[in-house]
């Protein structure tokens, strides 16, 4: 939608109204108090005021949302543009900081032209505070949901319009840092069209979703349903809820044999692992950056009583499309960040016949990426649980592998490369990758062996002729897992995730 056609945009009052569960809004504003202001300042202050019927440019709160109870911050646009001077940023501060203290979720809904101008310096000093008031809600491990409305621009989208843990926008807002009246006075030209509107950022990467108004509710609301149901210890155990899979052990058939089930085209992936076995799963979208990789997909997930971040290998749709990049890895180290401060468990999913062999993953540090994934994992300090679904080919596979606990699709596997590429370098032929994959111990009855993997999800006998019920499987193994570590210390996960690893074949 260009930004240049005439729409009514909603203000603070009606934002809230659509947002908020109808009568459960309590504002938090204390009078504001305005620095010392010379005639002309004090004279815009009056008009914005009479304008907007507020006294200042933002309105905090606090109400429910589908019955959960959120404390909010909403821009008044007709307030000075919802331009941020000290009287603004002291409010949205007190409510961030008053957030945290009662330990609610925020959601925060910018619509800004950013520093406020007649306050000079000290007002642009201010989106340092309202960051740093945002970093430590965040560091108290509570969710901070952002809204951006048309238009959020210059300091307002450089700070807290920009560190939602979650950041949707309103469809064609103008969000940028640069606002476009000022790269004219200061060009002479235009700024391109299409660069600053939501939709390219949500193409882009960063921005997680383009959502009217209307559709804010049921996104929040599901988003705090999976956020607010924490890790249960023993909600899945006891001999009764045990799942039946914790008695499956490693498939009879050979190495070759697996594989060639794991590759069968209709063999369930992450996204119908999702659709068939979570509860709910709410997608992201890209690393927030700038980047956005196909190869990865990252959501919030809830396995029956069990929330977790999912980040995993989405499987291309088609034969040509390229493997994953160093951009998946990225995103996949958003997901992994996200984990640790939201202190929600990880899931892993690892399904991959390869990472990208390209030009541009070269240069797009491919390997380092792959390296600072592993030591993130290694390190995570949220409990973890992989899954190795189908394929598991080289650095892009172990990229996802490393996990407190680790569960295997009875045809799953794990190699260094596809076991026809092993076969080229030993044997300078293909001919020998069947041979290569058992010589290799590549699939899951050596890896049980070798105690990498923990508990095994039967296939009936291939995954491919029974999806639904597969996938149904795989989420009670996923659940019943995630259950286990609910109350483990981060310190014995961490020491008992190095020593695994350690000790792995021995």
Avoid at 371 to 387: D, T
């Amino acid at each position: 939608m260009p930004t240049t056609e005439k729409v009514r945009h909603l203000n603070a009052a009606e934002l809230l109204d659509a947002v908020v569960d109808q009568g459960t809004f309590v504002s938090w504003d204390e009078p504001a108090q305005q620095p010392q202001a010379n005639g002309d300042y004090a004279r815009d202050l009056a008009r914005a005021r009479e304008r907007s019927g507020r006294d200042e440019s933002v309105v905090t709160g606090s109400g429910l949302i589908r019955g959960h109870r959120v404390a909010v911050i909403v821009s008044e646009f007709s307030f000075l543009a919802g331009s941020i001077g000290h009287a603004a940023a002291q409010r949205i501060v007190a409510a961030v900081e008053r957030a945290t203290a009662e330990g609610l979720p925020l959601l925060a809904g910018p619509a800004s032209g950013g520093t406020r101008m007649q306050e000079g310096t000290l007002a642009f000093l201010s989106m340092v505070k309202i960051t740093g008031a945002v970093r430590a809600h965040r560091q108290a491990g509570l969710p901070y949901l952002v809204y951006l409305r048309h238009p959020t621009t210059g300091g307002v989208m450089a700070s807290w319009g920009s560190l939602g843990h979650i950041n949707v926008a309103e469809p064609g807002a103008l969000l940028g840092f640069l606002g476009p009246r000022v790269y004219e006075a200061l060009y002479g030209e235009a700024f391109p069209d299409g660069v600053q509107v939501a939709e390219n950022l949500f193409s882009k990467g960063l921005i997680d979703a383009v959502v009217e108004p209307a559709e804010l509710p049921a996104i929040i609301g599901r988003a705090l349903d999976i956020l607010a149901v924490k890790p249960v210890a023993g909600s899945v155990s006891g001999t009764a809820a045990s799942p039946a899979t914790l008695a499956v052990r490693p498939s009879a058939v050979d190495a070759w044999t697996s594989i060639g089930i794991s590759r069968q085209p209709r063999r369930p992936d992450l996204r119908q692992l999702l659709r068939y076995g979570a509860d709910d799963a709410l997608p992201l979208n890209g690393t927030g950056q700038g980047e956005k990789d196909p190869g990865l997909l990252l959501a919030l997930a809830r396995f029956g009583g069990q929330s977790c971040i999912v980040l995993g290998h989405a499987r291309p749709l088609r034969k040509d499309a390229a493997g994953m990049g160093p951009g998946s890895l990225r995103e996949a180290r958003r997901g992994m960040k996200l984990a640790e401060e939201l202190r929600l468990p990880l899931l892993t999913v690892i399904d991959t016949a390869g990472a990208a062999l390209s030009q541009e993953a070269e240069e797009g540090g491919l390997a380092g990426e792959i390296a600072r994934s592993l030591h993130e994992l290694i390190g995570l300090e949220s409990p973890s649980v992989s899954v190795l679904l189908g394929q598991g080919a080289g650095g892009g596979a172990l990229a996802l592998l490393p996990a407190d606990r680790t569960i295997a699709a009875q045809h799953s596997w794990l190699s260094p490369l596809p076991p026809e590429g092993a076969s080229a370098i030993v044997h300078r032929s293909t001919e020998f990758a069947p041979q290569m994959a058992d010589a290799q111990g590549v699939n899951v009855a050596a890896l049980y062996a070798n105690g990498l993997v923990d508990h095994i999800v039967d296939e009936r006998d291939d995954a491919s002729l029974e999806p639904k019920d597969f996938c149904a499987r795989m989420a009670k193994a996923i659940e019943y897992e995630l259950g286990t570590l609910a109350e483990i210390p981060v310190a014995e996960l961490l020491a008992s995730r190095a020593r695994k690893y350690r000790e792995l074949g021995r």
